[in-house]
């Protein structure tokens, strides 16, 4: 076997998951289209693979396994093509070192114009997807193609290539005639220049005047924030603070900016139209959106796009009829004066000038399904079935889509057809600071409220969530008044702006006092049971009918928490919607609570841990909670109609926080003891019992590994739940029984509200766990959340968390005085060399920790000459991995000059630190000295021959070394072979 045929057959793996995992078949499209150009491939192989209806990875596998058996030239040849085809980004695990394009074959002559198709073919893909139609109208002038052969081009599920490729597949078959029709075509349209580019395309007049009207309709929308009960309108440009924003599957490349949002950064699945920016309920996804909106009707972003058409699925909630694609638009966002088809027609020939926004497509009431299929753009239908099909592409495709979610409410057949997805995680520590500033005008009031949030670290992490830092805002004077440390829950910060609300109310009265609530008692319960009703039903905008029905009247809207819905008012009457959507949880939590006609069924269905998403069911079971009035209203009802679990989550966690001790004194003169202390034991018992639900799923571990779990979102809701009630016994008697070795919670969303509320919980527990949060939010103020239980955590994993040196102070200070704790893992962070002096008097202090993880931050050679302090005197240590930092020669020369006598490291990672021929001949000190050390990896690294020489030498010292990584380093491939006979355990 030849050494391209050899890696063929090593990366197999690699290579399907290159072309195949993000769903689409554009990448071995592409990669077909080079291999046919160079003639590594005959038409009769290319048809063979793509086969109609084939599944894409069963294409991948054939195409592999014909070129291992057509031999080395053409094993060499997809090497090459495929590190064309690929982007770096998707390169990874994949080596193409050694491959390189057959001269001679490259060189071959053809003459005849079918020839010059094939050679030029995956140019000519590009080119065409600008030009599908010209070309169509002329093989068809020139009696080379019937309609049904560009009937069958333009098949709406196509996507522009795929068009482009079927095209050419046609002229292939229609003989030369129809190659020369093709070719002069392209070479018209170049030389006029009249190749239909983003950058090359002018609408008409009448179009122009369209999209200026569009961009005046759209910043009327946008231009102004509604706060504080529709009373006020602070302009977006004065409140607007960004949030963070990343990648879904590439949070190690860092923040994005607005417009990364519609670009190619991140992609996953390129012939997807659809981008989802995911992020918690308040995390600012809808002012999001609204900056986005107001920054392209005022021409400062987003300008490779002509038109921009805001949706809101809240209100597509409320469209009963039927329309058709052009009706949605018109109808929904802005009616063109004149020329309504010509408009619409230039839409569907230049998709990639449109720009679609759906906010909130968790509102919507239907669950998200790709079964009823819409490709005809004037073909009527039900809005959720136009909105679904635009979102999977199968309607008005290359039109770029993006929508806003939870990112738990978005299931996996929607997730098929996302291009990307884009996490919105609320506020930095500076974003906080900014929007205070912001709020208030006066600046020593602003100093005063930060001030406040410093000393509270509880509220300070619930102050990441944008709606939660605009309450406790809002809200100021409440907040200095209440006393040092008194707002610790989600629950007590609605609370405050609860009583804060109902004292503009009455300002006459003292809203201080115990009987606040009671003095607005029915005007709560009214509006509450509103709310209640709408979060059973799925139901955010409500009609004067509805409020009716519920008792809201004119002096109940007048406190604020129910402001006019405007767009929807001008043509139904008039339409009311919560302030946010939390809001309307925390008042139907509220009614659970004080509301006599709620009792033990609905607290169950709340708290119910199915995934109520997956049947409707639940809808239904919820509904039969609710007043047999309300059951048959027709806004209501329905048999689409889902109750929405995360807005359920949401729920539940408030009447948690309500039910607290802390706050039983607030229902002392508004309800019965008896009844407070029935729901008090049902949620209790509740959460215990979702608690055991969890643990009896744990698997039983596999001999000689611990046993972990994995939790899943339930579990973090649940205990953010238990913290809510601030009450240990429950916390203790829910989490007391877990018996695992390791809590795995990776990936769920976890920022410093969770944290606050694990630390709470977990400190329970009793014996000691590993902790793994990787991949989450936890930042600086996250980390300080977590210190109370990390007496119980003998390891702790944080890999990408966006953690500073001023964490890591803390947390050392912490965990230092543990007993338990032994490992910890920091990856991808942004630590640099302030914190290795932390690091080091760790290692001083603690003789019996064992492993220290530090890749991927900012650590040069004077953090790594602070490590080597501690590690002299440390005589425990393991393992040591700072891969992916800069120490070079010189920190690599200072830790081996601590490390050359451990007799307890085993593992030693310094891969990807600019370490040459000094810091390797170094290094070698530790192989000849250290007894215990067993691998060492110095992959991607600059060593040449004289370095891997001097760790050939220390080899022969040292039989119990098993490993000595050293890929991509500076050899050639003589010198790779020669060392690797020299010396087995150098791998290359």
Request: proline share 3%; glycine share 6%; charged share 20%.
């Amino acid at each position: 076997i030849t050494l391209a045929q050899e890696r063929v057959l090593e990366q197999r793996t690699e290579i399907l998951h290159a072309l195949c995992s993000s769903g689409s078949a554009e990448r071995l499209e592409r990669l077909l289209d080079v291999l046919l150009a160079r003639g590594e491939l005959v038409w009769e192989d290319y048809q063979n693979i793509q086969v109609p209806g084939r599944a894409l990875y069963a294409s991948a596998r054939q195409l592999l396994d014909l070129v291992y058996t057509k031999g080395v030239d053409t094993c060499e040849a997809l090497l090459s093509a495929l590190k064309q085809v690929l982007p770096e980004v998707h390169g990874g695990g994949l080596s193409f070192s050694g491959c390189c394009m057959n001269p001679e074959k490259e060189g071959v002559s053809r003459s005849t114009a079918t020839q010059t198709l094939l050679t030029h073919r995956p140019d000519l893909v590009s080119e065409l997807q600008g030009c599908i139609e010209g070309t169509l109208d002329a093989l068809v002038v020139s009696g080379n193609f019937t309609s049904g052969d560009c009937d069958d081009v333009r098949l709406p599920t196509r996507t522009p290539s795929q068009q482009a490729r079927r095209l050419l597949d046609h002229v292939r078959s229609k003989g030369e005639s129809a190659a020369k029709v093709v070719l002069h075509y392209i070479q018209q349209t170049q030389t006029s220049g009249s190749s239909l580019t983003k950058d090359k395309v002018s609408p008409p007049e009448e179009f122009l005047k369209y999209q200026k009207k569009l961009r005046s309709s759209v910043s009327a929308q946008s231009c102004f924030l509604s706060t504080y009960g529709g009373i006020s309108h602070m302009s977006l440009d004065d409140i607007y603070t960004e949030g963070q924003l990343e990648l879904a599957h590439d949070c190690a490349n860092g923040l994005l900016g607005l417009e990364d949002i519609v670009g190619t950064a991140g992609t996953v699945n390129e012939e997807a139209d659809t981008v989802l920016v995911s992020g918690e309920a308040g995390s600012g996804k809808s002012t999001l959106l609204q900056k986005l909106h107001l920054l392209w009707a005022r021409g400062a972003a987003l300008q490779d796009f002509l038109f921009l058409f805001p949706f809101s699925c809240r209100r597509l909630n409320s469209e009963h009829m039927e329309l058709s694609a052009q009706e949605l638009l018109f109808q929904h966002c802005c009616w063109p004066d004149r020329e309504q088809e010509e408009i619409f027609q230039f839409i569907l020939d230049h998709p990639h000038l449109t720009l679609f926004t759906f906010d909130g497509l968790d509102e919507l009431k239907q669950r998200f399904s790709d079964e009823n299929r819409l490709c005809c753009p004037t073909q009527r239908a039900p809005v959720h079935t136009l909105l679904f099909n635009l979102l999977q592409g199968s309607l008005m495709k290359g039109v770029l889509k993006v929508t806003t979610s939870r990112s738990e409410a978005v299931g996996p057949v929607l997730r098929r057809h996302l291009r990307k997805e884009v996490l919105l995680k609320g506020f930095s520590p500076s974003g906080i600071d900014c929007f205070v500033k912001k709020h208030h005008s006066d600046p020593t009031m602003a100093a005063k409220v930060l001030e406040s949030l410093q000393t509270n670290n509880a509220l300070l992490g619930l102050c990441h969530s944008p709606v939660l830092c605009w309450i406790v805002s809002q809200c100021h004077k409440e907040l200095l008044g209440c006393g040092e440390g008194s707002l610790q829950t989600i629950t007590d910060v609605y609370l405050m702006i609860l009583q804060h609300f109902l004292q503009h109310q009455s300002p006459l009265k003292s809203a201080m006092g115990l009987g606040w609530l009671h003095d607005h008692l029915q005007s709560v319960l009214h509006i509450g049971q509103l709310a209640f009703d709408g979060i059973g039903t799925s139901c955010y905008i409500f009609s004067s009918t509805d409020l009716k029905t519920c008792g809201v009247d004119e002096k109940d809207i007048c406190m604020g928490f129910l402001i006019q819905s405007k767009e929807m008012s001008s043509t139904h009457g008039k339409r009311y919607e919560f302030l946010h959507v939390t809001m309307q949880c925390f008042f139907a939590a509220l009614y659970i609570v004080l509301s006599s006609d709620t009792d033990r069924s609905t607290i169950l269905k709340i708290f119910e841990l199915r995934d109520m998403r997956e049947t409707s069911q639940s809808g239904k079971c919820f509904r039969a909670c609710l007043p047999s009035t309300i059951q048959q209203e027709p806004i209501l009802a329905g048999e689409d109609t889902v109750a929405e679990r995360p807005n359920l989550q949401i729920t539940a966690t408030f009447v948690s926080g309500l039910l607290s001790q802390r706050h039983r004194s607030l229902w002392v003169d508004c309800c019965p003891s008896a009844m407070i202390e029935k729901k008090i034991k049902h949620v209790s018992r509740c959460l215990s019992k979702g608690m055991q639900k969890h643990f009896k799923s744990i698997p039983q571990p596999v001999a000689g590994e611990k046993k972990s779990m994995h939790a899943m979102p339930d579990f973090v809701w649940l205990i953010k739940c238990i913290y809510e009630m601030q009450e240990s016994r429950i916390a203790q008697n829910a989490i007391g029984k877990l018996d695992v070795d390791h809590l795995k919670l990776t990936y769920c969303n976890i920022g410093p509200v969770e944290c606050t509320a694990l630390a709470y919980v977990l400190q329970h527990l009793r014996k000691p766990v590993g902790l793994q949060l990787d991949n989450n939010s936890v930042g600086d103020v996250g980390v300080e959340q977590l210190l109370p239980c990390m007496h119980i955590c003998n390891s702790l994993y944080l890999r990408n968390n966006n953690i500073t040196d001023q964490g890591i102070c803390k947390l050392i200070s912490k965990v230092i005085q543990c007993d338990n704790f032994q490992k910890i893992a920091l990856f991808n962070n942004k630590l640099t060399d302030a914190c290795t002096q932390h690091f080091s008097h760790l290692l001083k202090t603690r003789q019996d920790f064992l492993s220290l993880r530090l890749g991927n931050n900012n650590i040069t050679a004077e953090g790594a000459k602070q490590l080597a302090e501690g590690l002299k005197v440390n005589q425990s240590l393991r393992f040591l991995g700072l891969w992916g930092n800069k120490i070079g020669d010189a920190g690599a020369d200072a830790l081996a000059s601590a490390l050359q006598n451990s007799k307890s490291l085993l593992w030693l990672s310094l891969v990807g630190n600019g370490v040459g021929n000094a810091g390797a001949c170094a290094l070698a000190n530790i192989i000849k000295n250290s007894p215990s050390l067993e691998e060492l990896w110095l992959t991607e690294n600059c060593i040449t021959r004289t370095g891997v020489e001097c760790l050939i030498q220390a080899l022969k010292h040292n039989i119990h070394v098993k490993s000595v990584w050293l890929r991509n380093n500076d050899l050639s491939l003589g010198e790779v072979q020669e060392m690797t006979q020299l010396e087995s355990r150098l791998v290359f």
